[in-house]
Protein backbone atom coordinates (compact mmCIF):
# COMPACT_ATOMS: atom_id res chain seq x y z
CA UNK A 1 0.00 0.00 0.00
CA UNK A 2 1.51 3.37 -0.79
CA UNK A 3 2.24 5.77 1.97
CA UNK A 4 3.82 9.26 2.66
CA UNK A 5 5.94 10.07 5.36
CA UNK A 6 6.37 13.23 7.55
CA UNK A 7 9.12 13.72 10.32
CA UNK A 8 7.30 10.97 13.20
CA UNK A 9 4.24 10.10 10.53
CA UNK A 10 3.30 7.58 7.78
CA UNK A 11 0.25 8.86 5.71
CA UNK A 12 -1.82 6.54 3.90
CA UNK A 13 -5.00 5.89 2.32
CA UNK A 14 -7.85 4.57 4.51
CA UNK A 15 -9.02 1.18 4.74
CA UNK A 16 -11.69 -1.07 5.37
CA UNK A 17 -9.49 -2.98 8.13
CA UNK A 18 -9.03 0.72 10.55
CA UNK A 19 -12.65 0.67 11.01
CA UNK A 20 -11.50 -0.97 14.67
CA UNK A 21 -8.97 2.12 15.36
CA UNK A 22 -11.29 4.72 13.70
CA UNK A 23 -14.28 3.28 16.31
CA UNK A 24 -12.04 4.18 19.30
CA UNK A 25 -11.15 7.88 18.00
CA UNK A 26 -14.72 8.49 16.44
CA UNK A 27 -16.53 6.71 19.23
CA UNK A 28 -14.90 8.94 21.66
CA UNK A 29 -17.00 11.85 22.95
CA UNK A 30 -14.22 13.80 23.58
CA UNK A 31 -12.62 13.61 20.52
CA UNK A 32 -15.88 14.14 18.49
CA UNK A 33 -16.97 17.15 20.50
CA UNK A 34 -17.37 19.41 17.61
CA UNK A 35 -19.42 17.29 15.95
CA UNK A 36 -21.62 16.56 18.89
CA UNK A 37 -21.90 13.00 18.66
CA UNK A 38 -19.72 10.55 18.77
CA UNK A 39 -19.53 7.48 15.87
CA UNK A 40 -21.24 4.07 15.99
CA UNK A 41 -19.53 1.30 14.30
CA UNK A 42 -21.90 1.47 11.15
CA UNK A 43 -21.52 4.96 10.81
CA UNK A 44 -17.06 4.81 10.71
CA UNK A 45 -18.06 2.01 8.12
CA UNK A 46 -19.55 4.26 5.69
CA UNK A 47 -17.18 6.95 6.59
CA UNK A 48 -14.30 4.89 5.39
CA UNK A 49 -16.18 4.10 2.44
CA UNK A 50 -17.16 7.60 1.67
CA UNK A 51 -13.32 8.78 2.24
CA UNK A 52 -12.06 6.34 -0.12
CA UNK A 53 -14.91 7.03 -2.82
CA UNK A 54 -14.59 10.53 -3.56
CA UNK A 55 -15.36 12.01 -6.96
CA UNK A 56 -11.68 13.03 -8.21
CA UNK A 57 -12.08 15.11 -11.41
CA UNK A 58 -8.40 16.28 -11.22
CA UNK A 59 -7.22 13.26 -9.67
CA UNK A 60 -3.53 13.74 -8.56
CA UNK A 61 -1.27 10.59 -8.14
CA UNK A 62 -0.43 10.03 -4.55
CA UNK A 63 -2.97 12.89 -3.69
CA UNK A 64 -6.03 11.75 -3.13
CA UNK A 65 -8.83 13.97 -1.96
CA UNK A 66 -10.92 12.59 1.32
CA UNK A 67 -9.34 11.80 4.63
CA UNK A 68 -5.98 9.99 5.35
CA UNK A 69 -4.77 7.33 7.86
CA UNK A 70 -2.42 9.39 9.99
CA UNK A 71 -0.17 6.45 11.59
CA UNK A 72 3.23 6.96 13.75
CA UNK A 73 5.89 5.82 12.05
CA UNK A 74 7.67 2.27 12.85
CA UNK A 75 10.77 0.42 11.82
CA UNK A 76 10.29 -2.64 9.85
CA UNK A 77 13.43 -5.35 10.29
CA UNK A 78 15.11 -3.85 7.61
CA UNK A 79 14.97 -0.68 9.30
CA UNK A 80 12.70 1.30 6.54
CA UNK A 81 9.86 3.36 7.95
CA UNK A 82 6.45 1.84 7.64
CA UNK A 83 2.93 2.92 9.34
CA UNK A 84 2.68 2.04 12.57
CA UNK A 85 0.00 2.46 15.24
CA UNK A 86 -2.81 4.70 13.94
CA UNK A 87 -3.78 8.21 16.10
CA UNK A 88 -5.55 9.83 13.08
CA UNK A 89 -6.78 11.29 10.18
CA UNK A 90 -6.34 14.42 7.81
CA UNK A 91 -6.88 15.24 4.41
CA UNK A 92 -8.06 17.56 1.82
CA UNK A 93 -11.75 17.32 1.36
CA UNK A 94 -14.10 19.47 -1.65
CA UNK A 95 -16.28 21.20 -0.19
CA UNK A 96 -18.85 23.81 -1.36
CA UNK A 97 -18.31 27.45 1.03
CA UNK A 98 -21.16 30.36 -0.12
CA UNK A 99 -21.30 28.28 -2.95
CA UNK A 100 -18.04 28.06 -4.15
CA UNK A 101 -16.00 25.21 -4.65
CA UNK A 102 -12.81 24.94 -2.07
CA UNK A 103 -10.44 22.30 -0.70
CA UNK A 104 -10.84 21.92 3.09
CA UNK A 105 -8.07 21.10 4.98
CA UNK A 106 -9.17 18.54 8.00
CA UNK A 107 -8.01 16.71 11.18
CA UNK A 108 -9.20 14.27 13.84
CA UNK A 109 -6.72 12.84 16.08
CA UNK A 110 -7.58 10.46 18.84
CA UNK A 111 -7.49 11.88 22.39
CA UNK A 112 -3.62 10.05 23.14
CA UNK A 113 -2.41 11.76 20.10
CA UNK A 114 -3.30 15.90 21.25
CA UNK A 115 -1.21 18.36 22.07
CA UNK A 116 1.86 16.34 20.57
CA UNK A 117 2.34 18.86 17.18
CA UNK A 118 0.94 15.22 14.95
CA UNK A 119 -2.16 17.93 13.60
CA UNK A 120 0.37 20.52 12.77
CA UNK A 121 2.76 17.84 10.94
CA UNK A 122 -0.01 16.18 9.02
CA UNK A 123 -1.60 19.72 8.25
CA UNK A 124 1.36 20.84 6.63
CA UNK A 125 1.97 18.15 4.29
CA UNK A 126 -1.58 18.50 3.21
CA UNK A 127 -0.89 22.23 2.26
CA UNK A 128 2.25 21.36 0.33
CA UNK A 129 0.26 18.67 -1.44
CA UNK A 130 -2.87 21.41 -2.03
CA UNK A 131 -0.76 24.34 -2.81
CA UNK A 132 2.14 21.99 -5.20
CA UNK A 133 0.67 18.80 -6.38
CA UNK A 134 -3.06 20.19 -6.55
CA UNK A 135 -1.95 23.57 -7.67
CA UNK A 136 -4.51 25.27 -5.57
CA UNK A 137 -4.75 28.79 -5.13
CA UNK A 138 -6.25 28.93 -1.31
CA UNK A 139 -6.82 26.29 1.21
CA UNK A 140 -9.69 26.34 4.26
CA UNK A 141 -10.29 25.26 7.47
CA UNK A 142 -13.53 25.11 9.08
CA UNK A 143 -14.18 24.82 12.39
CA UNK A 144 -16.61 25.23 15.06
CA UNK A 145 -15.73 28.47 17.05
CA UNK A 146 -15.45 26.56 20.60
CA UNK A 147 -12.96 23.85 19.05
CA UNK A 148 -10.28 25.97 20.28
CA UNK A 149 -7.32 23.44 19.62
CA UNK A 150 -8.32 23.38 15.65
CA UNK A 151 -7.79 27.11 15.84
CA UNK A 152 -4.44 26.62 17.83
CA UNK A 153 -3.47 24.06 14.53
CA UNK A 154 -5.15 26.48 11.72
CA UNK A 155 -2.91 29.43 13.56
CA UNK A 156 0.21 27.51 13.56
CA UNK A 157 0.36 26.72 10.08
CA UNK A 158 -0.68 30.62 8.82
CA UNK A 159 -4.04 30.22 8.37
CA UNK A 160 -6.03 32.95 9.22
CA UNK A 161 -9.92 33.85 9.69
CA UNK A 162 -11.92 35.12 6.79
CA UNK A 163 -15.62 34.81 7.33
CA UNK A 164 -17.68 32.43 8.89
CA UNK A 165 -20.19 29.83 7.46
CA UNK A 166 -23.15 27.93 8.88
CA UNK A 167 -22.90 23.62 8.28
CA UNK A 168 -26.16 22.35 8.15
CA UNK A 169 -25.36 18.59 10.03
CA UNK A 170 -27.48 15.97 11.28
CA UNK A 171 -30.52 18.45 11.28
CA UNK A 172 -28.62 20.94 12.50
CA UNK A 173 -27.31 24.30 11.92
CA UNK A 174 -23.57 24.39 12.99
CA UNK A 175 -21.66 27.68 13.21
CA UNK A 176 -18.23 27.53 11.88
CA UNK A 177 -15.52 29.98 11.62
CA UNK A 178 -13.51 30.11 8.04
CA UNK A 179 -9.63 29.84 8.21
CA UNK A 180 -8.04 30.31 5.17
CA UNK A 181 -3.99 30.50 3.81
CA UNK A 182 -3.23 31.26 -0.21
CA UNK A 183 -0.85 30.37 -2.15
CA UNK A 184 0.63 33.55 -1.69
CA UNK A 185 0.88 33.61 1.49
Not at 60 to 84: E, F, M, R
Not at 117 to 124: I, L, R
Not at 154 to 160: H, I, K, N, V, Y
Request: glycine letters at 8%; aromatic letters at 8%; proline letters at 5%.
Amino acid sequence: MPFATTARLCIRPLEPSDCTALCAIMGDRRVMYAWEHAFTPDEVQAWIWRMTHIDDPCAVPGCSLGYQALCLQKTDAQGNSVPGRLIGQAGLLPKKIHGRDCLELAYILGHAAWHKGYATEAGAFFLTQAFLERRADAVFCLIRPENTASAAVARRLGMQVCGEHMVHYQGRDMPHTIFSLTRAQ
